[in-house]
């Protein structure tokens, strides 16, 4: 579903030039549920605005459903790190989610069918015409959210969107990308700096090292599809994979002098 | 209710201070350039009849309005294209801070020459006048359009004119807003001007009859007209910017109360 071959972004401008971006290669078959993870700073958000069509690539290739990327692809929706910057602040929550829907032509009836459907769905449904600035960060990204899901993708690119909220409510959107995915059955490419996080809700973990970033590790995680926030973290499977993780990720840091 | 009442108070409570001020200042009054209020009052009635609106406010009116109506929207459609393209932007950027340098009064010699005496160049003046601010405001507010929003557009295809007035309109509505009131009290001036050199009827012609043929009281008069049509201008103005702006007003107060 996701073909990533090679790819390498550098910046430029402004007399300085930042390889964002070393080689990265990665392949996501349709309907999995990958987690990316790496320092900050690695390339996260470079990496998902390039599959998302926003960034051309320095060199390699990237292809989504088998259609090399030119710019945003069918089907892709894409979860922005910056909730609080891409809900329109003049439009109410439903119309929001709305207007991807309008942009692709369904009709009155089924938009507001839709709207209502995707809104229960990340539990806001009494929020429908409340304006993004009168919720909580968590409930916005909660709409950003059903957003995504309102224009019905095949491909769901989250960038690191928890990471402004508080732990209960981290822990509550969690659980919700899981069940929207298992719901939608949509392929999902996840990017966090949270371990725990990335363990917790992938069923592969694909580890980023510093720039100029690679991949250092693609790890399968073998726990059971059904995950509980209690019993999955305290489980010591869990605790295996993600001291796993955690020391592939410090010994990446130590093997770059500088840094 | 009371704080409406307070809110008209502080409103109208310095014209009041002033107006009474006047009235006792006048008082008595035989110079024949100064006038009593009262005096100015009292001609008031016989010198704005129904007969007088008809023939030189509502013309006054009609021009002012299509010429500010013209400066707002070509000063909008020019800023969005100006400010949409880089490369054009850079290119007319010094022209325009050239023609904004001009002061506009001193482009009216120049277009009664090019377009003639009639009512076509009246109007052009307040065009000329009042286009700035808005085209120039235009350009900042569509250039500082939040790019994580024109990516969500680009990730959900919504473009063309859906993409106008849903994204880029809107988000730079506060800025056209600051520049459409700087040319509102700009199109008065330049409608009045417009009027003093070679008019046969309107706001300014009359109040500059009056002065040549000496009756001073009703001078003064038409000075009052004028100020209370800018006055009232305003305070539809605000109105108008009220529905237009809430979002922008509910944005900034979520800020302040610290989200
Ligand atoms: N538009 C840009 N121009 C120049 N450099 C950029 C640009 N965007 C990102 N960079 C640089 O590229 C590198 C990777 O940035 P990126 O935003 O992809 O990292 P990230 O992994 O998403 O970080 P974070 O975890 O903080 O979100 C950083 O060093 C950053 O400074
Ligand atoms: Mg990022």
Known sequence: ?259 | MSRALGRAGLLLGLPVILLVTWWFASAGSKSFYQPPLETIIKVFPATWTAARFRSDVLPSLGRLFLGYGLAVLLGIVLGVLIGAHRRLRALVEPLLEFLRAIPPPVLVPILILVAGLGDPTKVLVIVSGGIWPVLLNTVEGVRGVDQVLADTCRTYRICGWLRMRTFILRAASPQIVVGARQALSISIIMMVIGELLGATNGLGYTVVQFQRGFEIPEMWSGVFVLGLLGVLLSLAFTLVERRVLSWYHGVRAAERSGR
């Open chain 1, 1 to 259: 579903m996701l073909e990533i071959r090679s790819l390498r972004k550098v910046y430029g401008g402004h007399g300085r030039q930042v390889e964002a971006l070393g080689d990265v290669t990665l392949t996501v078959p349709e309907g999995q549920f990958v987690c990316v993870v790496g320092p900050s700073g690695c390339g996260k958000t470079t990496l998902l605005r390039c599959l998302g069509g926003l960034l051309a690539p320095t060199s390699g290739e990237v292809e989504v459903a088998g259609q090399p990327v030119t710019g945003p692809p069918d089907g892709l929706a894409i979860v922005f790190q910056e909730y609080g910057r891409s809900l329109f602040p003049w439009l109410r929550v439903a119309e929001n989610i709305e207007l991807p829907l309008k942009s692709k032509g369904v009709g009155r009836a089924e938009r507001r069918r839709i709207v209502d459907e995707s809104l229960t769905a990340v539990g806001l449904g009494d929020a429908a015409k409340a304006y993004p600035w009168q919720l909580s960060g968590g409930m916005q990204q909660r709409v950003a959210i059903a957003r995504a899901i309102a224009f019905q993708p095949k491909v769901l690119l989250m960038d690191e969107p928890f990471a402004a909220v508080d732990a209960q409510t981290r822990a509550d959107l969690e659980d919700l990308a899981r069940t929207v995915w298992q719901r939608f059955g949509m392929t999902v490419l996840f990017v966090t700096h949270d371990i725990d996080e990335a363990v917790y809700l992938g069923q592969r973990v694909v580890m980023l090292s510093a720039s100029p970033t690679r991949v250092l590790e693609d790890l399968d995680i073998d726990l059971p599809d059904k995950r509980d926030q209690l019993a999955t973290r305290s489980g010591t499977r869990f605790a295996e994979l993600r001291s796993h993780v955690y020391s592939r990720i410090q010994e990446a840091k130590i093997a770059r002098p500088g840094s």
